[in-house]
């Protein structure tokens, strides 16, 4: 019935979108901001019902829900293909269920133009669900692009004080890297056998995956796609544009930022780069793996030292991602697995650390870790989530984020021994971070800037609380994920072998 | 044919109109009702309806390809006039033969969008030329309008007769003695001497017209020093029709020997693509950064002379509308202004919230982005380029160019959008709806062609 009319993906994609259109028309900034918060508590409603129907294996009818193909431009073999596998189902889970956290953890923040803000928001929203639901490799780079456009207008509007510079970087450097993919698109493209009568070629990713390309090709390809994949992510050395865009813009676009759209960099890369050159993945794992752990390291070293809370946490995130990008390249079943859900456990952990850190900046109005202390004496609530996030944060067994790092290094830890050794300095840098701001922030003299500081909002508390459950649930039952992405990693396991 | 011989006719209408017109308003409607026929009868003609038989004796060639371009052109002329019309008005008070010149530029552009013979594309060239430089020094009392008349009347002459000296050597150099732009095809083997040089004096003279690097040193004091209104029209579209006629000969004439002459392609567009685009990010001007911008455009527009394959050909067309769309949007905005810095865009968000999201519109189709013509028709010469097999490091350095194109055209939007207003410069700016109207429609068509593509590719295969 569902699948004759309308699929998951397409309501997915199109809630935000013609929402976010609709939102412009709203004036009365209250009203937008129901709005967008009902907008997108449909598309989580919409997201949960799709997860009920992904168990294809068993029900083969649940592949018309969650796949569709209209044509686009068929004189160049391009469809409109969107689909929903474990990982997309995963991905636009972590999407729909971001957005209305988002807009209720920040219900109380005024912004100017409220019309315009919600509407940018509700776009990027249908910008990412585009990325992860596109079957077609040149809708994929729409997507990918127009993801990129409402966060520049967002964060170069509302953000802080040196926002249009800060963000420009970011710009250009995604540019760029978008850029080198369209030429890297193009070229496989041009070697991928036809899928209609109306074109020789295809942009469908199962054209994509029989791609014929020899190792050389395979070689400089590899790095036009990984480039615009480790710029998102970011991976070091292309994670200079992170901390300071992190830094500027405002708390939902930053918090759209880490939470979600780093994961499509990730995605891209599990999606687009592994199976199309199994070859080149091969010969570069090294190259990138190290690369990946400097990050690590790097990363780490300097959340420690850092006074801002926002560029603490900006950095600690770029570190996460580190382990990420190593896990993928060591292209193993325990690895991507732990990789999947790590995705998922970064984005309920950062999204929760933004959360705490905009608590912080709102009622005392300072976000320098050296000026505050105290806060768990005037707010003992929030210094208890913080400690539960604080600690999934750090990898501690119980919490989700354990589960996944323990995975990836495993996997890490067959690929080769030394890089699992390395990585693993990750986790104790984590501690040393996350525990001193506890202990820096939380306790410690409360002085006179930290003693006029308010309470939270009961939508806050209910917004920490469903995260910290979320975070305690999938660190004890991690199977409702792995359950999930199995499918899909075996898939790509078994294309690399293939080929 | 309908479209040469109607612009032609509707140029003199125009021209002695000018005795008859009471007030200076009127010519821009009888200009408007006249490309709205040329429109019509162009389109007749392109399904088989021919208004005027002549036999041109092949000297002429009328295929779906250039009967198509010649819409396109015409749809652009019309948007144009719609928009900036009452523009001409503040040049002079000879606001009849300003029109009457643009329809004589109209009709040189459609004799060189189907030529068959060398001669018909030198005077397709110069019969949309001349009438070029007596617009660019319409403004008199302006120095910089005469300076920049001058210097574009020099330039032009040399580069035309470069293009003689061209058409000579090749006519001399081919045993049949023919103008015919095939029979000048000989085939893949070695050029003589004389046809090489012909070629090279052919490549030259086309890159002049077409603004591309090394030759595009009169672009940026012509662009900035002619009246507004007419460097909007020359620098789309005759510029686009210059493209189509380079690329109409050297696939015709040339094509089979592509290799030999590829590699001055190859460092013409590398130049044109690093000039254009670093020199426009240092300009403070809006007219003189999309004076540098339609240079570094020029360069992508090239790649459809570098690979001349289909997708080249459908690239071409779409690039055209993309860019002449966005440029004539963005140009009818700035004739508005008194001041044509990139502050003079300072707070136009919130000033004039339709302006802002319609030239933001053209940016981002300037700039490449997604869902906008710009981004499609990129997209295609890149495609064509591929296709072509070599030089992909070209194709790596043009995107790299394409991204630094983003600094420019982004200054702009963070003026509209991120920057405090100045109101004494947008306060004066003489916004009608119907103004606005036309710009949304322009930006209509910019997104509609970023999804369907095929809305002017397909109809070259009619």
Redesign the interface.
């Known amino acids: 019935m569902l699948g004759t009319y309308f699929t998951f993906p397409e309501l997915l994609l199109w809630i935000p979108f013609v929402t976010g259109l609709i939102a412009i028309f709203i004036k009365d900034a209250k009203s937008v901001k129901a709005f967008a918060l009902f907008s997108s508590l449909a598309t989580l409603l919409v997201s949960v019902i799709s997860l009920c129907y992904t168990d294809v294996a068993h029900h083969p009818e649940y592949v018309d829900y969650n796949n569709v193909s209209y044509v686009w431009m068929p004189y160049i073999g391009s469809s409109f293909s969107v689909g929903l596998d474990g990982m997309g189902h995963l991905l636009t889970f972590l999407t729909a269920f971001s957005f209305p956290v988002i807009f209720a953890a920040t219900y109380k923040s005024e912004f100017k133009n409220a019309n315009a803000f919600y509407a940018l928001m509700l776009l990027s929203q249908a910008g990412l669900m585009g990325v992860f639901i596109a079957m077609d490799a040149l809708l994929f780079y729409f997507f990918w692009e127009l993801a990129l456009i409402p966060v520049y207008f967002l964060c170069s509007r509302w953000g802080g004080e040196k926002r249009i510079a800060a963000t420009f970087k970011f710009f250009v450097y995604t540019f760029v890297g978008s850029l080198l993919m369209l030429v890297g698109i193009i070229y496989v493209y041009l070697h991928t056998p036809s899928f209609s009568q109306d074109s020789a070629h295809s942009f469908y990713i199962a054209a994509f995956y029989k791609a014929v390309l020899d190792p050389g090709q395979q070689s400089w390809l590899f790095w036009l796609f990984f480039i615009a994949f480790a710029i998102k992510m970011p991976i070091f050395p292309f994670h200079t544009w992170q901390p300071n865009s992190y830094e500027q813009a405002p708390y939902p676009a930053v918090m759209v930022m880490s939470g979600v759209m780093v994961k499509m960099g990730v995605f891209a890369m599990i999606r687009w780069l592994i199976p199309v050159f199994p070859a080149a993945a091969a010969k570069f794992d090294h190259v990138v793996i190290i690369l990946a752990i400097i990050g690590i390291i790097y990363a780490s070293c300097i959340a420690i030292v850092q006074d801002d809370l926002k560029r603490m946490v900006a950095w600690a995130s770029i570190a996460h991602l580190g382990l990420m990008g190593a896990a993928i390249f060591a292209g193993n079943f325990t690895s991507l697995q732990g990789t999947m859900l790590a995705m998922l456990n970064h984005g309920f952990n950062i999204l929760a650390l933004w959360i705490i850190v905009d608590i912080i900046n709102k009622t005392t109005g300072i976000r320098k870790i050296s000026e505050l202390g105290g806060l768990a004496q005037k707010s003992p609530m929030l210094s208890i989530f913080f400690l539960v996030i604080a600690l999934a944060n750090i990898g501690l067994p119980l919490t989700n984020s354990f589960v996944s790092e323990f995975l990836m290094l495993t996997g890490l830890f067959h690929f080769n021994k030394w890089y699992a050794a390395f990585a693993c300095m990750g986790v104790i840098l984590s501690a040393v971070y996350m525990l001193n701001m506890m202990k820096n922030v939380f306790y410690g003299k409360m002085n006179s800037l930290t003693e006029n500081a308010s309470a939270m909002s009961n939508l806050q508390k209910m917004v920490l609380t469903v995260l910290v459950i979320f975070i305690l649930v999938l660190g004890i039952y991690p199977s409702l994920v792995l359950h999930l992405t199995e499918g899909t990693v075996s898939n790509i396991l078994a294309h690399i072998s293939v080929k | 044919m309908n479209a040469i011989i109607l612009t032609a006719i509707w140029g003199v209408i125009m021209m002695f109109g000018g005795v008859f017109f009471k007030k200076n308003t009127t010519p821009k409607y009888w200009a408007i009702a006249g490309i709205v026929i040329i429109i019509v009868a162009n389109i007749f003609e392109f399904f088989g309806h021919q208004i005027f038989h002549v036999d041109t004796k092949g000297m002429l060639r009328f295929d779906a390809f250039s009967l198509h371009f010649n819409t396109i052109v015409f749809i652009c002329t019309l948007l144009f006039f719609l928009l900036s019309g009452r523009d001409f008005e503040k040049i002079g008070i000879h606001v009849s033969e300003y029109f009457s010149l643009i329809f004589f530029v109209l009709c040189g552009v459609s004799i060189v969008s189907s030529f068959n013979t060398l001669l018909l594309l030198f005077l397709g060239i110069e019969i949309l030329s001349i009438p070029l430089y007596i617009l660019t020094g319409s403004d008199k009392r302006n120095l910089k309008s005469n300076e920049a008349s001058l210097k574009y009347f020099l330039m032009g002459a040399f580069s035309t007769g470069l293009m003689l000296m061209g058409i000579a050597l090749i006519y001399g150099g081919n045993s049949l003695g023919s103008f015919y732009i095939d029979a000048i095809n000989l085939g893949t083997g070695h050029l003589p001497v004389l046809i090489a040089a012909g070629l090279v004096l052919l490549l030259v003279a086309m890159s002049f017209k077409v603004s591309a690097a090394p030759f595009h040193f009169w672009v940026p004091d012509v662009y900035d020093g002619a009246p507004t209104v007419v460097t909007a029209f020359m620098s789309t579209i005759v510029k686009v029709a210059g493209f189509i006629a380079f690329i109409h000969l050297f696939q015709y004439s040339f094509g089979a020997m592509q290799s030999q002459w590829q590699t001055l392609v190859v460092i013409i567009i590398a130049a044109t693509l690093l000039i254009g685009n670093v020199t426009a990010v240092f300009q403070q001007s809006v007219k003189r950064m999309l004076a540098y911008s339609s240079i570094a455009q020029a360069g992508f527009m090239m790649f459809a002379l570098f690979a001349l394959n289909d997708t080249a050909r459908e690239g071409i067309l779409l690039y055209a509308a993309a860019y002449s769309l966005a440029s004539i949007g963005l140009f009818s905005v700035i004739a508005k202004m008194s001041d044509y810095s990139i502050a003079g865009f300072n707070g136009l968000g919130k000033s004039q919230p339709t302006l802002a999201l319609t030239c933001t519109i053209f940016l981002?189709s300037l700039t490449g982005?997604?869902?906008t013509a710009g981004f499609t028709a990129k997209?295609y010469m890149?495609?064509a380029a591929?296709?072509d097999g070599h030089q992909?490091w070209l194709?790596?350095f043009a995107?790299?160019c394409?991204?630094i194109s983003?600094?420019y055209y982004?200054r702009v939007i963070?003026a509209i959008?991120?920057k405090e207003p100045t109101p004494e410069i947008n306060a004066q700016m003489p916004i009608t709806p119907a103004f606005r109207w036309i710009h949304i429609i322009i930006a209509g068509l910019i997104i509609l062609l970023g999804i369907?593509?095929?809305l002017v590719?397909?109809w070259i295969y009619y």
């Open positions: 981002l982005i997604p869902l997209f890149l495609m591929v296709k992909i194709v790596i995107v790299i394409a991204a983003a600094v982004f963070q959008y991120f369907l593509p095929g590719i397909d």
